[in-house]
């Protein structure tokens, strides 16, 4: 047995004693994740991508557009925090239901989800509204963009309330293993999003020329897209999940199950904001061309990670299922399959960032001073991009087994001490800079690819019950 062989082959190392049944071939299995995972995975590039076209055409009018636009980007996530854990308990309980059969609890489980997450988005959106500029003030915007920043931030907040929604509609979708309609969802509002952004930004087609503020009625409309076209997935009545009038069995029992998952995963959402929060508090503060070279390298990242999201995605719900129909062997090699891909990818995407990274940044902006800061940030993202691929498609397993308390704790420490900690450290006691900032990353990205492997190898997550 070769090394190769064992590394693309999860059944050479599993104890044989451990099958609970019979293992399809390991082809099946490899394309059983890929079906799942390429749709995820293509929406997340693809999102990524027309974000980064966003950010160029942002770029265009001035640094300070730049930062604008970036620093409403950690208050927006905050703000969104209950329906991201919203969304994971729909996620993590559905698909342990489809697992099990139980087609009529995964969707009371949905529309379970969808009450909540109406909830959440109508206090959370109406507070970010009314207390915008406090909130960006505090976030660390300069003088020179916060008026900006304001009225971008109004106007995207205004549709999140619908985005809240379709979020937790598409999540479900996923949960049951039906990726491609979230494809189609968010790919569709993104690219009514970016056509928009060139009419409004610039003023083509007769409209006027907007700025910085037609990029945020761009996001706006693309938000409510992605509502609609969410929706209308949902009103198939021959689809597995549908929303219908029919009273929920045992509600008090299946909120109670949705609040032990939606608990642990809104404590992470609220850990991990706070620490992207500070950590991007701390790198503002370093001036408005380091902090749009900052919001460049991380656009970059973002389009790396939006391929571990896919594979986490596949991840998620393959364990789920896999649990639900009494399967732990296969959760993990499932897993296992997910965790080889993932560093395959992440190997490809260090080298092209390697390689490429003057031509890349050269598409976002022209100005010389941001290209110069971003230059070593990029190489360090090829570093970042192995181990945050790594950890997330484990957390996704963990995840899809409902193992959320862990991944709490695992944020708390990661997220919420290690990368703001590190990060401050670096970039003003020892004089770093943005480099400094963007080691701090690299120390928490790898930070959690070690914990969260030694959990998924100890294995006790295979018993948890949801």
């Known amino acids: 047995m070769n090394i190769v062989e064992k590394f693309f082959n999860p059944l050479l190392s599993f104890n044989q004693k451990d099958l609970k049944g019979e293992v399809p ?16 995975a293509l929406e997340g590039v ?6 980064a076209v966003d950010l160029i055409m942002v770029g265009s009018i001035g640094k300070e557009a730049i930062s604008a636009v970036g620093i409403c980007n950690q208050p927006r996530f905050i703000c969104l925090s209950p329906i991201f854990a919203s969304t994971t308990a729909a996620i993590v309980l559905i698909a342990r ?5 139980n087609q009529k609890a995964a969707n009371d489980f949905l529309r379970v989800a969808l009450c909540w997450s109406f909830i ?12 915008a500029r406090e909130i960006l003030s505090f976030a660390g915007a300069q003088a020179d963009y916060i008026d900006i920043a304001v009225e971008y931030y109004r106007i995207v907040v205004s549709s999140l309330f619908l985005f809240s929604l379709g979020n937790t509609m598409s999540g479900a979708q996923r949960g049951a293993g039906y990726t491609k309609i979230s494809m189609i969802t968010n790919l569709s509002a993104n690219i009514v999003n970016i056509i928009l952004n060139a009419i409004l930004i610039n003023g083509l087609l007769g ?5 910085v503020k037609g990029a945020a009625i761009a996001t706006a409309i693309g938000n409510t897209v992605a509502f609609i076209i969410a929706l209308i997935s949902l009103l198939q009545k021959n689809n597995y999940l549908s929303l219908n009038l029919k009273a929920i069995d045992d509600f008090k029992d299946k909120t109670k199950r949705y609040f032990n998952i939606f608990k642990s995963a809104f404590s992470e959402q609220i850990i991990v904001r706070f620490g992207f929060f500070v950590y991007a508090k701390v790198v503002a503060s370093l001036g408005t061309a380091e902090f749009a070279a900052h919001q460049i390298c991380m656009n970059i990242i973002t389009i790396n990670f939006a391929l571990g999201d896919g594979l986490q995605t596949a991840n998620t719900s393959l364990v789920g299922q896999s649990l639900g129909a009494k399967r732990s ?53 090829c570093f970042i991009v192995f181990f945050q691929i790594l950890q ?9 087994a409902g193992d959320v308390k862990f991944v709490t704790f695992m944020m708390l420490i990661c997220v919420g001490i290690i990368r703001p900690g590190v990060s401050y450290l670096l970039v003003y006691p020892l004089n770093m800079g943005l480099v400094g900032a963007w080691l701090g990353v690299l120390i928490d990205q790898a930070s959690r690819a070690i914990y969260s492997l030694i959990r998924f190898k100890k294995g006790s997550w295979v018993n948890i019950k949801v």
Not at 46 to 51: E, G, H, K, T
Not at 97 to 101: I, L, P, Q, S
Not at 207 to 211: A, E, I, R, S
Not at 339 to 356: E, K, S, Y
Request: charged share 15%; glycine share 8%; net charge positive.
């Open 25 to 40: 071939p390991i082809k099946d299995l490899y394309l059983r994740t890929l079906k799942i995972a390429w749709p995820s």
């Open 46 to 51: 693809l999102i990524s991508l027309i974000s």
């Open 97 to 101: 239901r489809k697992g099990e059969g």
């Open 120 to 131: 959440f988005a109508l206090i959370f959106c109406g507070l970010s509204f009314v207390f």
């Open 207 to 211: 409209f006027p020329k907007l700025g």
């Open 329 to 381: 062997d296969l959760a993990i090699i499932y897993s296992k399959i997910a965790q080889t891909v993932g560093v395959c990818f992440a190997i490809l995407n260090a080298i092209v960032v390697f390689i490429f990274s003057k031509q890349i940044l050269n598409i976002f902006t022209n100005d010389p001073v941001v290209i110069g800061l971003a230059d070593i940030p990029m190489k360090i993202i």
């Open 392 to 400: 997330v498609i484990t957390i996704g397993a963990l995840r899809g």
